[in-house]
């Protein structure tokens, strides 16, 4: 895998991460409402997780943008639970291992921060996606579990960390 840095978001990745989630789910033809796609948290992510049990991290190859992760405590969730949000990638960087190790660096911080299991909403044309959740411990749900507001998705995960 090449040499990409992973660090926090700052203020100034908002717009670059906006484009990298809204080119990924236009490529899925998934660029409708109900998804982060008209989610208008999508274009602030800095200011969204500022919130103290939230994190976002981003991928940069040579400064560029081209991927992010994050977890939230979304409103709506059992004790012990956060969310594994924005898991985006650039179509040019997937099948690296990127996504993997995005998700790697989630799980270790969701212990720290005392989070018993993790959950997260998708669609099936993520198909991508889909195999790497299940690959990294993830197991479909019946139903949808707290409220993220994204009705467009209905596909549901969890993870026991």
Same mark, same amino acid.
């Given at each position: 895998m090449q040499n990409f840095k992973i660090r926090p978001i700052i203020k100034s990745d908002n717009l670059k991460i906006a484009i990298v989630i809204r080119k990924s789910l236009e490529e899925y033809g998934e660029n409708k409402p109900g998804t982060v796609y008209t989610d208008p948290t999508t274009d602030d992510l800095y200011a969204l997780f500022?919130?103290?049990k939230s994190f976002y991290l981003v991928a940069v @190859? @040579? *400064?560029? /943008? /081209? *991927?992010g992760c994050g977890i939230y405590p979304t409103k709506g969730l059992p004790e012990g639970y956060g =969310? #594994? &949000? !924005?898991l985006y990638l650039d179509k040019n960087y997937? *099948?690296?291992? #990127? *996504?993997k190790l995005l998700m790697e660096k989630s799980f270790e911080a969701s212990k720290e921060m005392n989070y018993t299991h993790l959950y997260l909403e998708s669609i099936p044309a993520l198909n991508q996606a889909v195999h790497l959740y299940e !690959?990294?411990?993830? =197991?479909? &749900?019946d139903n949808r579990i707290g409220d993220s507001g994204h009705f467009a998705c209905d596909l549901w995960m969890v993870k026991e960390l």
């Open positions: 500022q919130n103290p @190859d @040579d *400064g560029k /943008i /081209i *991927g =969310e #594994l &949000v !924005k997937r *099948g690296l291992g #990127l *996504g !690959k990294m411990g993830f =197991e479909k &749900v």
